[in-house]
């Protein structure tokens, strides 16, 4: 009988751990180079940031000139949003979210494996503009006619409309992967309304990315056709119209801003009731206002153009105030949970109290911007890049580093050390503050954005340069960080299982898990399944596991240990 | 806390083995994938319907049409394009209903025959393409016209691309009554461009 070694078992091949790396089609090592592949893009945009402020720290051009400023700041926008946040995030996702649904992988693993392996390309050739004599310099949102043959002059402008598109195509991929593993791969027992928080807005995350992007990309096709075609989409002269490329790119790109914070609303929405040890405040008003937000994000776009006299602003400026009101429902739903909770201030639950704090001051300049009164005084000026970087780096990028610090000790079995996490946080958070917080003032003052130098007496210089030292506290504290996060691979502290005393079904296996990802499930009962497995739910706690449920037993469920 | 992990409640076994079952029930999931696919594709054409209309608006409806001295539009040859193509849509439905009754015979026919019916789609506008003497360079109508009509073209060729994928495993007998998912998924896809040209035809040609 020679059937018996027909086959070797599987885990038995030898494989290269470079090979198994480039070719895996797991969910947890794709989400890993996600995450891996977004930082070292955030290390480069990081980097032109810091170009960015050193020219502007005093007046008159010290380190480079205007072309090059062009590019470094069209490259830091455009980098750290397509490959940094939105990447950083999907990572995230694709690495808990089958977790958390009880589920062996992603339901299309090798179009996941393909949707990873588009980004570092398209980020490449985002990038290689610098070798053929240019990167992009039109800012990220690349608006026409500055995109167009007559100014977009560097090779590098084409490159980023290729490399924008193959990073779209990543997204949509990835979205479709994302919704069919969320309504197809759930365990038994995870009903739409035991799901994950983080989850729900992945799911919602995920809609907004297949019914979003796609049109980019078709602004992206039409503006490579103009340039290098002869096409006139854009082109006034002939009877095309500029202005169409603001109400594509923006129809794409203000659910794209959503797309970047209700992931990082989702981490933190996980993280605040397991370190206020009380269950999420509300569950069902924030997935409804995720749905909310996720709905009306599709009518706010032109409050990006309210000065171009193209759009109706009432109705534009009413939306996207009421945009406020499901966003306000997700404060009232973190702070209700932190209220009288037992709060443990460690690394992940201080980065996601810096999101609450940060995303709430770039809401309130969010709900401001959103007067067309207002707007006209400061459209285009700093008051605008203050905004949108507390909310984009205030919000996500702290959502990106609490999600790192908590989700670690799954993804490598050791424990992020605390002392330099929290050294990380204070200085990241002051030095955030003291470069950003600035820039309100000097937006309200009369500095336009995109400009590389100004006048010394104009009376910026002392705001820029108390900014431009945040900008660098910023940097330095990515040090900690970094030596936290390499001692930890090498000689960190093991962290069990559960180090944090989880919620959710990625706790319930081992860290790292194994490839299959569960031996076994416990029983899903409410949002919160593990809980319920320690601490039990009351006299519920004593039922045989598959009584049918009923929705008074929910109802205990939720409110169990309250 | 490993202890944790360990003590799952004896029903867990039973149930994380019928997560690998999960999946299998309701639409497939390649179909649901396929149609999420299908949904930014809609998105995708929309973008490009926009500018088409944008461009239309900006233009004005008088002057809207190709360039002084060109061709006008060959409408005639259009709505005969256009009854290939809903024909092939019919077709390629016959062959699905075939193989769900496990005929496999009838599924390579109609298959072939969507085929070819798509072939002579994309030839036919290939020829409009040379007969009409503007090019994508000639005025915004122009960037618009084979900007909408060529994505078409260019998803009417991936159609074809799926279809002889679908034909050559048919004819290696790898679909059956109970196995036939990709036949569903191409299916699908070749509907959805049939339906997307619905609307290019009635846009371009007949909203003029």
């Keep these: 009988m020679a059937t018996t070694t027909l086959e070797p078992r599987a885990g038995t091949y030898r494989r290269s751990w470079v090979i198994e790396w480039l070719t895996t089609v797991d969910h947890k090592k794709i989400g890993i180079l996600y995450i891996v592949n977004s930082f070292l893009f955030f290390f480069a945009a990081g980097i032109l940031a810091l170009v960015i402020r050193t020219e502007l720290a005093v007046p008159g051009l010290q380190i480079v000139d205007q072309a090059t400023y062009n590019q470094a ?16 995030l999907s990572g995230f996702g694709n690495y808990i979210v089958p977790l958390m649904l009880g589920a062996p992988d992603m339901a299309f693993p090798r179009i996941n494996a393909l949707s990873f392996w588009l980004l570092p390309l398209g980020g490449l050739l985002i990038f290689s503009g610098y070798l053929f004599g240019g990167a992009a310099a039109e800012g990220w949102t690349g608006y026409a006619p500055l995109t167009g043959q007559e100014y977009g002059t560097t090779p590098g402008t084409d490159l980023w409309i290729i490399g924008l598109t193959l990073v779209g195509t ?35 995350t995920a809609v907004l990315i297949l019914l979003a992007t796609p049109v980019l990309a078709a602004g992206l096709i039409a503006l490579f056709i103009d340039r290098n075609y002869g096409g006139s989409f854009f082109d006034p002269t002939v009877g095309g119209n500029p202005i169409l490329w603001q109400h594509i790119f923006w129809f794409f790109g203000h659910p794209e801003v959503y797309i970047v914070i209700l992931p990082a609303m989702g981490v933190v929405s996980e993280i605040l009731p397991v370190f206020s040890r009380k269950p999420l405040f509300g569950y069902k008003a924030f997935v409804f206002a995720t749905i909310a937000i996720g709905l009306l994000s599709f009518s706010v776009w032109a409050h990006h153009m309210f000065t171009t006299g193209e759009v109706f602003l009432p109705f534009f400026a009413f939306m996207t105030a009421l945009i406020a009101v499901p966003t306000g429902v997700k404060m009232f739903n973190w702070l209700a949970t932190l209220w009288r909770g ?36 400061v459209q285009d000026t700093y008051f605008v890049v203050a905004h949108l970087h507390y909310v984009f780096f205030g919000g996500s990028v702290f959502g990106v580093f609490a999600a790192t610090y908590y989700w670690f000790p799954k993804m490598t079995g050791r424990k992020l050390n605390e002392p330099l996490g929290k050294v990380h946080f204070w200085i990241h958070f002051i030095g955030f503050n003291l470069a950003f917080f600035p820039m309100h003032q000097l937006g309200l003052d009369g500095m336009p954005r995109r400009i590389s130098d100004y006048s010394p007496d104009a009376g910026w210089t002392l705001l820029n340069f108390v900014s431009t030292i945040g900008a660098f506290m910023v940097a330095v504290s ?33 860290s790292p898990p194994p490839p299959y990802n569960f031996d076994r499930l416990p029983p899903i009962h409410s949002e919160r399944p593990l809980f319920f497995l320690t601490h039990g739910h009351g006299h519920a706690a004593e039922r045989p596991a598959d009584l049918e449920e009923t929705e008074e037993e929910d109802v205990e469920h939720r409110g169990g240990l309250v | 806390m490993t202890s944790r992990t360990m003590q799952a409640h004896p029903a867990g076994e039973h149930e994380a083995a019928a997560v690998m079952q999960h999946g299998q029930s309701g639409m497939p999931t390649a179909l649901v994938g396929m149609l999420l696919f299908i949904a930014s594709e809609v998105m995708f054409f929309a973008g490009l319907f926009a500018t088409y209309f944008n461009a239309r608006a900006s233009v004005g409806a008088g002057q809207w049409g190709p360039p002084e001295g060109a061709h006008e539009l060959d409408l005639p040859l259009a709505a005969v394009l256009t009854a290939i193509l809903v024909a092939s849509s019919f077709t390629m439905q016959f062959g699905v209903w075939a193989i769900r009754r496990g005929d496999t015979g009838k599924l390579k026919l109609w298959t072939g025959i969507t085929l070819a019916l798509g072939a002579l789609f994309l030839a036919g506008q290939l020829y409009d393409y040379s007969e009409l003497g503007f090019g994508i360079s000639d005025g915004v109508f122009g960037t618009t016209f084979y900007t909408l009509t060529g994505f078409h073209g260019a998803h009417v060729f991936g159609g074809t691309v799926g279809l002889t994928i679908v034909l050559a495993r048919a004819m290696r007998g790898q679909f059956s009554a109970r196995n036939h998912v990709a036949v569903e998924a191409v299916s699908m896809y070749w509907h959805f461009v049939d339906v997307v040209w619905i609307g290019v035809f009635s846009t371009i040609y007949l909203l003029r």
């Design chain 1, 73 to 88: 700041f069209t490259m830091h926008g455009t980098i750290m949003l397509f490959l940094f946040i939105i990447p950083a």
């Design chain 1, 170 to 204: 990543a997204s949509i991929l990835g979205a479709v992967n994302f919704i069919a593993t969320i309504f197809k791969m759930r365990a038994p027992g995870m009903t739409l309304f035991r799901m994950p928080i983080f989850v729900w807005t992945v799911l919602v």
């Design chain 1, 342 to 377: 037992k709060l443990m201030l460690a690394t992940p639950m201080l980065f996601a109290l810096g999101f609450v704090s940060m995303f709430l001051i770039g809401g309130l300049s969010g709900v401001m911007l959103s007067s067309p009164p207002i707007d006209f005084h």
């Design chain 1, 478 to 510: 990515i040090i900690p960080f970094l030596i936290n996060v390499i001692a930890t691979f090498i000689n960190g502290e093991p962290a069990g299982d559960d180090p944090w005393e989880g919620n959710t079904l990625e706790w319930a296996t081992t």
